[in-house]
């Protein structure tokens, strides 16, 4: 039984390590086909490593990056945002955005949120869930540290010390993993689309027969309500609500 075990694993971690050699492999014939310009090349490559289920915030950057150069504004944007949900707070990403994000042709100016809320958004894009979760299991050691030394010290000043460095630790460890738990069910919720169709008209109800409501055009990203009967629930950033059939947008 060991043995058969053992025989398993090293198939698994041979398994592992193949496919790990030939999406790095995939990975640099695709940048050498984007650094000679073969920009169709480089996102036809880039699209099948993540189809084969390796996905990261570099693959969807480059994939965005080659889209922008064939002037694929959706693709472009798409990705973009995706490697955003990976990596928040990438400058290279955001520029990239921000630069793709000009040539979109409506204009949606979002409707302002509280002071409070907009700090938080602003917070929890400084980084990854994971690295929320990795600084409050940081703060959790130095909180046992610091529980060691009050309980263990005799100087009366390193038991001050610690109480309230203490005290400190439990607050950021708190908050570090609110911030965690807030990225994580942003990056996982799929709540945000792209458009994808050149023009869509969005109707006030679920039909083709529905009011015609406003248009939207390639590019501009929209939050996803509900879902019904193949059709999306949509509200812009401004607050307009709607509906589109799903196929006309991607989710992020």
């Not at 504004?73 to 990438?90: H, K, V």
Request: glycine content about 6%.
């Amino acid at each position: 039984m060991k043995r058969i075990f053992l025989l398993l694993a090293s198939l698994m971690a041979f398994f592992v390590s193949s496919f790990a050699q030939a999406v790095t492999a995939d990975l640099t014939k695709a940048n050498a086909a984007y650094g000679v310009q073969e920009y169709e090349k480089a996102a036809s490559m880039y699209e099948d490593v993540l189809n084969r289920g390796s996905e990261s915030a570099a693959l969807y950057y480059n994939l965005g990056c080659a889209y922008a150069k064939l002037d694929k504004l959706a693709p472009s944007i798409l990705n973009f945002e995706r490697a955003l949900l990976l990596d928040p707070g990438n400058d290279d990403v955001m520029a990239n955005l921000e630069m793709v994000r000009a040539k979109v042709v409506d204009e949606v100016d979002p409707v302002g949120k509280l002071l409070l809320a907009r700090a938080y958004d602003s917070i929890c894009s400084w980084f990854s869930s994971d690295a929320w979760a990795y600084g409050s299991l940081a703060f959790f050691y130095l909180l046992l540290v610091m529980v060691g030394l009050f309980f263990f010290s005799h100087v009366s000043l390193v038991k001050k010390v610690s109480f309230f460095v203490g005290i400190f630790a439990i607050l950021l460890m708190v908050a570090t993993m609110v911030f965690s738990s807030s990225a994580k069910a942003k990056a996982s919720s799929h709540e945000y689309a792209i458009v994808f169709f050149p023009s869509v008209t969005v109707k006030g109800s679920p039909e083709d027969a529905g009011k015609d409501v406003f248009v939207l055009h390639e590019g501009t990203k929209v939050k996803i309500k509900r879902t019904h009967n193949k059709w999306f629930e949509i509200q812009l950033a401004d607050g307009r609500v709607g509906w589109v059939k799903e196929n006309v947008a991607e989710r992020i």
